[in-house]
């Protein structure tokens, strides 16, 4: 079996356009309608994608506060994934969940929960949260520093873990006759005393079925990468062009061999905003069509949150150029990453938001079939990429493009899967399952025998 | 139309009985079969129940660690009830969570979240969290004092629901030709700077469906009293007779009359464990059988962790006496009462853990279907309760006796509905739904104008 492409889909029922719900076929409220997702996992799942995905934010400060924000509201995603899971079989769901402002034990229990109702299906996009306005939320005036947040995510990601190995998997016994449950010998204190947490375990849910549900990671600064290399299996990244993309590609398989972990067991995919027709010209004006429907000082918002707030656009010319920076605490990777986009292109703010607005920094394919396709082979080829997680602009007819149109012709030439290959996602993947340290170290202790 | 009594369905897939999960028909993967807890849940709404209620802990503490307890590990209630909303229609999902080791804007959008998806069935069981075990998942050596938690109990609840108002109902817009996605007028910071926590707000998920979920407590120390004469709509509570229900009960409704509330929307639900037979000498039968699979060393440790950890009996003689008690910080509601079913009883330790084990202090009773029935219209009639949690004592075979044989009974005797009433869990128990203050504020406004 040759490889074959990976593929992810994030799919927040608002869309992901900022002006996606005004398009004439989406549903207005697809954002807060739990009909609306259950319809786009089936559509998912329909086309075989790997995994659901859903970012996450604890403020309503993504897109900003503006009227025409209709990302502004949502579900929280561990729980809308709850919902989804019964009503499908294959399909993997990926929630965020933050590391600064979530406890250890309670995500992993969440997440070790979801990956047992699901049979196997979670996985975990790990973030550090940033932004003052959610730091408010949490008892705070303003957030930790990025150095600091992303310490206390190493530590975080690292109890999580040894909670879900809390457990071995063969602990439970469930001998009706001897009144034996479980074997006391096989669940174990995690006892973890660090600078940021102090957790006893063991947790209270069974070793996930998947061993750890898969740990995702999307940070793109230097201390995201470190992470990143140390900790995920699956790397969400943003890219405007193969270059781009070959260079995170080869710095992170470089890093996680370093780390000494197999690169084949972390996936890199960058985010795709496709615009497919059955000619270019169609594509172009469903292009055209969306970026005519965005408000411009929701557009303004925009670039402001995704930058967690640290980049006010309020006053400046909106055909004149961005303003010099200021260095900040904020989200760094994403800053950097939209002034860069801005230079590249000498794009004004108006232009600058209309660009932003379809992908968000990813990389936005207009064109026929055949010449989405041809992009997602050069990348996939050629060191860019083990797969993509594709963003649909606006819902559900970019997903249903994307699984119409262009699935069938990756499975022409031999680069997606015709059927699931596993029961769970990360058998999907091809990821390994986890071994857990404590059978680990008791298969050594007889091996020594 | 007279009133009715409301039921609770009280369904952890092991079994409420500590030995249940032995009983030749329970599986004995019951606890986490995600299978199985959808089977209780179709179960229970074929019953009309109004809601399926689930406990929780922090910890593996519940019961003790020792290899008999089947209750050592299970799902996280919201991540559960999330998985079983979509698979029923009516029935309503009331699930625990801690107020000291949760953040407020976390928790009030788990459970908007929940009512969301759920079209309005989601309720919150209200809790502090007792013992040290728990304290050590949390970053702590010891548990807070018990008025401690009560005061962050407190305004826990308050800042949630000022969470859950920050939306006014019609706040959203959603005109595709104008742009406008919401009402920048309707939605509000909480701006909460209290003791213990600070919350600026908004929520990022839109107004419950219910207004708010519906929030449970069970608190039965004076400080427990307190709090759910103050925040609670429904409450449970445990009682061994009559006359014990009856004063908690006036004296609940009395709290609430001082509080200024409405004692006809505070509804008090005992717990009942019913063993049910065709005649009493079947129902004795299945009693007794139970009881035989109970393992000594559990039966010790049920005390134990009942308590949160206070009551530790170990070197004492199974047939002799209960100890004299020290005070402690831990879970005093409880200690109390297994003290005092102890004294009334004049319990050995063996006797008294058989006892509990069966309904860990709440309500045996042990009979034919009208016996049943007529202890429940007795406490209905009586001042006692205005509903019932149902605590089959072991699953599925002691709900299907409740749904099969006593609701029918229930039901000839004009005591119970023939199908629901509505379609929110809030209109089913016959609670109205909140107003939201912002909202009440601005008709005030209008009507002064």
């Given at each position: 079996?040759?490889?074959?492409?990976?593929?992810?889909?994030?799919?927040?029922?608002?869309?992901?356009?900022?002006?996606?719900?005004?398009?004439?076929?989406?549903?207005?409220?697809?954002?807060?309608?739990?009909?609306?997702?259950?319809?786009?996992?089936?559509?998912?799942?329909?086309?075989?994608?790997?995994?659901?995905?859903?970012?996450?934010?604890?403020?309503?400060?993504?897109?900003?506060?503006?009227?025409?924000?209709?990302?502004?509201?949502?579900?929280?995603?561990?729980?809308?994934?709850?919902?989804?899971?019964?009503?499908?079989?294959?399909?993997?769901?990926?929630?965020?969940?933050?590391?600064?402002?979530?406890?250890?034990?309670?995500?992993?229990?969440?997440?070790?929960?979801?990956?047992?109702?699901?049979?196997?299906?979670?996985?975990?996009?790990?973030?550090?949260?940033?932004?003052?306005?959610?730091?408010?939320?949490?008892?705070?005036?303003?957030?930790?520093?990025?150095?600091?947040?992303?310490?206390?995510?190493?530590?975080?990601?690292?109890?999580?873990?040894?909670?879900?190995?809390?457990?071995?998997?063969?602990?439970?016994?469930?001998?009706?006759?001897?009144?034996?449950?479980?074997?006391?010998?096989?669940?174990?204190?995690?006892?973890?005393?660090?600078?940021?947490?102090?957790?006893?375990?063991?947790?209270?849910?069974?070793?996930?079925?998947?061993?750890?549900?898969?740990?995702?990671?999307?940070?793109?600064?230097?201390?995201?990468?470190?992470?990143?290399?140390?900790?995920?299996?699956?790397?969400?990244?943003?890219?405007?062009?193969?270059?781009?993309?070959?260079?995170?590609?080869?710095?992170?398989?470089?890093?996680?061999?370093?780390?000494?972990?197999?690169?084949?067991?972390?996936?890199?995919?960058?985010?795709?905003?496709?615009?497919?027709?059955?000619?270019?010209?169609?594509?172009?004006?469903?292009?055209?069509?969306?970026?005519?429907?965005?408000?411009p000082?929701?557009g303004v918002?925009?670039?402001?949150?995704?930058?967690?707030?640290?980049?006010?656009?309020?006053?400046y010319p909106l055909d004149g150029p961005l303003?010099?920076?200021?260095?900040?605490?904020?989200?760094?990777?994403?800053?950097?990453?939209?002034?860069?986009?801005?230079?590249?292109?000498?794009f004004t703010i108006r232009q600058l938001y209309q660009?932003?607005?379809?992908?968000?920094?990813?990389?936005?394919?207009?064109?026929?079939?055949?010449?989405?396709?041809?992009?997602?082979?050069?990348?996939?080829?050629?060191?860019?990429?083990?797969?993509?997680?594709?963003?649909?602009?606006?819902?559900?007819?970019?997903?249903?493009?994307?699984?119409?149109?262009?699935?069938?012709?990756?499975?022409?030439?031999?680069?997606?899967?015709?059927?699931?290959?596993?029961?769970?996602?990360?058998?999907?993947?091809?990821?390994?399952?986890?071994?857990?340290?404590?059978?680990?170290?008791?298969?050594?202790?007889?091996?020594?025998?």
């Amino acid at each position: 079996m040759t490889k074959k492409i990976k593929l992810g889909a994030f799919l927040p029922g608002g869309g992901q356009h900022i002006a996606a719900w005004r398009h004439p076929e989406a549903p207005a409220d697809g954002a807060t309608s739990f009909e609306f997702h259950r319809k786009l996992a089936q559509t998912a799942e329909r086309g075989l994608f790997d995994a659901y995905f859903l970012a996450d934010n604890l403020s309503v400060g993504l897109g900003g506060r503006e009227g025409g924000n209709a990302k502004i509201a949502g579900f929280e995603p561990v729980t809308l994934f709850a919902a989804l899971a019964p009503l499908t079989t294959h399909l993997g769901f990926i929630a965020t969940a933050s590391t600064t402002y979530e406890e250890p034990y309670t995500l992993a229990r969440k997440f070790a929960s979801l990956d047992l109702l699901s049979n196997g299906r979670a996985g975990w996009n790990v973030v550090t949260s940033a932004g003052d306005e959610t730091a408010r939320n949490f008892n705070r005036e303003t957030q930790p520093a990025h150095a600091e947040r992303y310490e206390r995510a190493r530590e975080h990601v690292e109890t999580v873990k040894a909670l879900w190995d809390s457990w071995e998997d063969d602990a439970f016994i469930r001998d009706k006759t001897t009144g034996r449950f479980f074997d006391a010998a096989r669940v174990h204190d995690v006892n973890h005393r660090g600078k940021h947490f102090s957790v006893k375990g063991p947790l209270n849910v069974p070793r996930p079925i998947q061993g750890h549900p898969v740990v995702v990671q999307a940070g793109q600064s230097e201390d995201g990468r470190r992470l990143a290399a140390a900790t995920a299996e699956v790397i969400f990244t943003a890219h405007q062009n193969l270059s781009s993309a070959q260079e995170f590609y080869r710095d992170i398989k470089a890093r996680v061999r370093r780390a000494g972990r197999n690169p084949e067991h972390v996936l890199i995919m960058p985010g795709v905003a496709p615009f497919v027709g059955r000619t270019e010209e169609e594509a172009r004006s469903k292009y055209e069509r969306l970026n005519d429907l965005i408000v411009p000082e929701d557009g303004v918002a925009l670039l402001n949150g995704l930058t967690g707030g640290t980049l006010d656009l309020t006053g400046y010319p909106l055909d004149g150029p961005l303003p010099v920076s200021q260095e900040t605490e904020g989200m760094k990777s994403r800053q950097a990453l939209i002034r860069k986009i801005a230079d590249e292109h000498g794009f004004t703010i108006r232009q600058l938001y209309q660009w932003i607005a379809t992908a968000r920094g990813h990389y936005t394919v207009v064109g026929s079939v055949e010449q989405v396709a041809d992009q997602l082979e050069e990348w996939f080829r050629n060191e860019a990429a083990d797969g993509f997680n594709i963003l649909p602009p606006w819902l559900p007819g970019a997903l249903d493009d994307f699984v119409d149109l262009v699935i069938p012709e990756l499975q022409r030439r031999g680069l997606f899967r015709t059927a699931y290959e596993g029961r769970t996602l990360r058998e999907n993947l091809g990821l390994p399952r986890p071994e857990n340290p404590w059978t680990q170290s008791r298969g050594a202790v007889q091996a020594a025998e």
